[in-house]
């Protein structure tokens, strides 16, 4: 079968291909495909609900990202967040692609430890990092620990007894537009000092023997459509000093719906890289720390259809939800949704996408149409890829999604569905004699 990207009267799926994965298409059947392989296959083999990648387009993110900050700006490197999808095969591409990685916590150093990931290439976030954790770093040999404030520097002049290269994080005074669960560059974010503090600490680490201080860091926010905030971000770091590097984090937001529309890479590389000619030394070394833009749009959720119901609205309700899409109900995002399998019917229904979780706010995307559904159809969510598994969760006793990378005609599991087994393990204790 020879798979196509139609647009079918009595449809938006002209317009969702650009919110799809790079490498989606629709075979003969009216059949979505991710990378190659039909949903309908996806879902017999591995279940549901499921998270899909395009693995090509992945890479192909990356390579965007990478390739284009360095024909830029030479002195640069692309740290991958990896806080959006904190799995193991993930940070093994990351490592395949040449990308260093930051990490927010002990959990995300073990696992792209456990990907081959080369400690000197991980850079350690977080405001605040404990005293195990930060051991834990230091003993693993981390490239990078970025510091967020005076406390974390007590920390390390216990801990050290070796030189450990240091970045500091301040706050660039930016209020981005976002929603506010997601800015974290105005005044009163709790992450990193304001420019004053900042400067002590800078004192304070360029004076200690095993503190190697090599320059700052500012991240103002997540999902930022408005790459001019970017720029500000970099003008008003500058101010903080000359240093030999300069690591002004990620945010690049992507489009999750129809009516958004994302800055591309190459314009979000322009207005970084014009600002840092502006403000920045021409020798600095230039980081960036893209996440949720490199992961959302190759990702999708598959779910199927467990119960319609048509009461005072249609409800279409499938076998996951607020527990697989925590990130809906938290920051409020709209989200398309489409019916996978049936792709080129008419979209003649208004349905409300529900979870099966037992919460009245388990709402996935509210007035999606679609055509009429039917209990066992399979539904993708688009653009899912990022954090949907980083905030995955048990509720109900919900079990965490597999999740799976597509590309070229073949699927491979890279994180297994976790089990009722997985589920009771760390309730071992209160078991007694009782094995389930």
């Not at 709790?190 to 004192?203: N, V, Y």
């Amino acid at each position: 079968m020879t798979a196509t990207r139609p647009a079918p009267d009595g449809t938006r799926l002209g317009e969702l291909w650009r919110i799809l994965p790079e490498d989606a298409a629709a075979n003969a059947d009216g059949v979505l495909e991710i990378g190659g392989v039909a949903v309908t296959e996806l879902a017999e083999r591995f279940g549901t609900p499921l998270h899909v990648y395009d693995e090509a387009g992945l890479r192909r993110q990356i390579r965007r990202f990478v390739d284009g900050l360095r024909a830029r700006w030479p002195n640069s490197d692309v740290l991958f967040a990896s806080k959006s999808l904190p799995a193991v095969g993930m940070y093994r591409i990351a490592q395949e692609e040449g990308i260093a990685v930051d990490v927010a916590g002990g959990g995300e150093l073990r696992m792209a430890l456990a990907a081959g990931v080369d400690p000197d290439r991980l850079y350690f976030h977080g405001n605040a990092k404990t005293d195990v954790e930060l051991r834990m770093a230091l003993d693993v040999g981390i490239g990078t620990i970025i510091v967020d404030n005076d406390d974390e520097l007590d920390r390390l002049e216990r801990l050290l007894d070796r030189p450990q290269k240091l970045l500091l994080r301040v706050i660039p005074g930016v209020e981005a537009t976002t929603h506010a669960s997601q800015a974290t560059g105005g005044l009163n974010s709790k992450f990193g000092l304001p420019i004053d503090q900042a400067m002590r600490a800078i004192t304070r680490m360029q004076a200690h023997p095993l503190m190697v201080f090599e320059g700052v860091h500012l991240h103002i926010g997540s999902q930022i459509l408005d790459t001019a905030q970017f720029a500000e971000a970099v003008a008003k770091i500058s101010t903080v000093g000359t240093f030999g590097t300069y690591d002004v984090g990620g945010g690049l937001g992507v489009s999750y719906t129809y009516a958004e529309e994302a800055p591309s890479v190459e314009s979000y590389l322009d207005a970084i890289v014009a600002a840092a000619q502006a403000h920045l030394p021409a020798d600095a070394r230039l980081l960036i720390e893209p996440g949720r833009a490199i992961v959302a749009r190759a990702g999708v959720t598959l779910y199927r259809v467990t119960t319609v119901k048509r009461t005072g609205r249609t409800f279409v309700a499938v076998d996951g939800g607020l527990a697989d899409q925590m990130d809906i109900a938290l920051t409020q995002q709209r989200y398309e949704a489409i019916i996978a399998d049936r792709l080129l019917e008419p979209w003649t229904e208004t349905a409300q996408l529900v979870g099966r979780q037992c919460e009245s706010g388990d709402l996935l995307v509210d007035g999606v149409r679609m055509p009429p559904a039917r209990v066992g159809d399979l539904v993708v969510m688009p653009a899912t890829g990022a954090y949907a598994y980083t905030m995955s969760n048990n509720y109900n006793g919900a079990l965490k999604p597999a999740i799976v990378f597509a590309r070229e005609g073949e699927a491979r599991l890279v994180t297994r569905r976790e089990t009722y087994h997985d589920l009771l393990a760390t309730h071992a204790p209160a078991m007694a004699d009782v094995l389930i």
